[in-house]
């Protein structure tokens, strides 16, 4: 996805050629467009919902293969989803059965 560089684009997006380009009269000039969000879930309920499985597997998930995706301070549990697929990915060497 690319986007075109005007008077409101951030120089730190520019990359020095798009700079000079810019700066020598060139108008448009394309600049790819990083997306940064994160998607988070919440609780166990969230792990449930992400991969589909009872309580119990959520909670094995939870404690074993996504172990790195999981921030926790007390109860409250907040899991990276793009993590947790890419790390469950790995561990079942196939992902996810959509």
Partial sequence: MTSIINK??????LT?????DFLNGEKKVDVPIVQTTTHYV?????????????HATAQRYKD?????AVSQNGRKI????EKALELFKQKSGKGLNK
């Fill in 8 to 13: 409101d684009t951030p120089i730190a997006m």
């Fill in 16 to 20: 020095v050629g798009q700079l000079m």
């Fill in 42 to 54: 919440y609780g166990l309920n969230g792990v449930k919902r992400l991969f589909n499985v009872s």
């Fill in 64 to 68: 074993t293969i996504i172990k790195d």
């Fill in 78 to 81: 907040i899991v990276d989803v």
